[in-house]
């Protein structure tokens, strides 16, 4: 699997950056970027700010996400701040409080 791997029980706090995917399966708090895609699985917690190409959630989000294609909220997924995207998708299911802001 390329990208980096969060996985599940694994905290991390502070700064993480990164040019390739990046898949949260435990929980991250500070700021997250990527160059590439970012996906919050079920069972990932993130208490950041989010800045990438695109973003899913399947999880928990707790800070203001920025991504330059899209932003997609499954069903289950939580997003709590505002959202900068040209795109942003939200599945029946899914929760979303904050504002958004679609002009990039």
């Known amino acids: 699997m390329a990208g980096t791997l969060i ?4 905290t991390i706090e502070g ?6 995917e990046i898949v949260v399966q435990g929980t991250v708090r500070g700021t997250l ?3 590439d895609a970012v ?3 079920a069972t990932g917690v993130v208490e950041a700010d989010i800045q990438a ?10 800070g203001n996400a920025t991504a330059s294609e899209r932003v997609d909220l499954q069903a289950g997924g939580r997003l709590i701040g505002d ?5 942003l998708t939200i599945a029946d299911g ?3 409080k904050g504002n958004v802001d679609m002009e990039l």
């Not at 700064?15 to 390739?20: A, F, G, H, I, N």
């Not at 190409?53 to 707790?62: D, F, I, K, N, Y």
């Open 53 to 62: 190409a695109s973003l899913s959630v399947a999880g928990q989000v707790t």
């Open 83 to 87: 959202v900068r995207s040209a795109r």
């Open 94 to 96: 899914a929760s979303f």
């Open 7 to 10: 996985g599940e029980g694994l």
């Open 39 to 41: 996906a919050v699985a």
């Open 33 to 35: 970027s990527s160059g």
């Open 15 to 20: 700064e993480l950056t990164s040019d390739e």
